[in-house]
């Protein structure tokens, strides 16, 4: 009686590994799965726990000192471009004067009376990085005054004085070249936060983003890399913006 038990319970064991060895084709392999979270926009997540904190960065300093922040403000941005001899004059609330700069002549020599420390999204006024880019309310916020921020404030400029874009922050992030920083990484980026990336799409509070390979030092092999992750938080940048010259 005790050997047909034990015959038995042979016979039950063979069949539940034959039945486990069946199946295990139609496994998937632990590689397979990681590739698959890798290309999963819910799954891409920062390679470390570390916090951003919001802060502000130098990003010019000739005539001024221009600072670009985390903190967003307004519903956008607004671009303001300039020809020779335009001025651009930014008012505080009650029409005082905040500064004003003029494109004078020979394209790279600005006069400008602003605040010594300037804060705003990007102001590099210098011969090709030219640039002067402010958050800002909506265009039709104000029917004779474009409501930008600077140094923290709210200011205005008259928008018959001025030639001017104004994009909404999803459109402004696709249009920009970016850096990571340390505490948003891509995974497989390592330490290479001085990589730029193009925006490819835009997803809410997420966007992907793919290395670029004719920007920076042209001596530097540029690791291919692309994948999402976030672009911000609690109306905080979780990116850099940047330039390629």
Known sequence: MRKAFLFLTGLVLLNACTSSEKKAPGKADSTDVKDSLRSSKTASV??????????????????????????MRGSGVVSFEMDVH????????????????????????????MPQKLVARWVTPSGDFTKIDFDAEAVETDKDYLIIYANKERLKVKKADVKFTFSKWEDYISSQIITLKDCNLLEGAGQHSDMYFDVTEVDGDRIKVKSVKDCGDPGVEVKPLEGWLTWKKDGNLLVDFDYCD
């Open 46 to 71: 920062p390679v470390n726990n570390q916090k951003c904190e919001p802060g502000e960065r130098l990003i010019f300093e000739k005539d001024l000192k221009s600072y670009t922040e985390d903190k």
């Open 86 to 113: 335009d001025r651009l004059d930014i008012f505080y609330p009650d029409g005082s004067t905040f500064g004003f700069m003029v494109y004078n002549e020979g394209g790279d020599f600005y006069t400008i009376e």
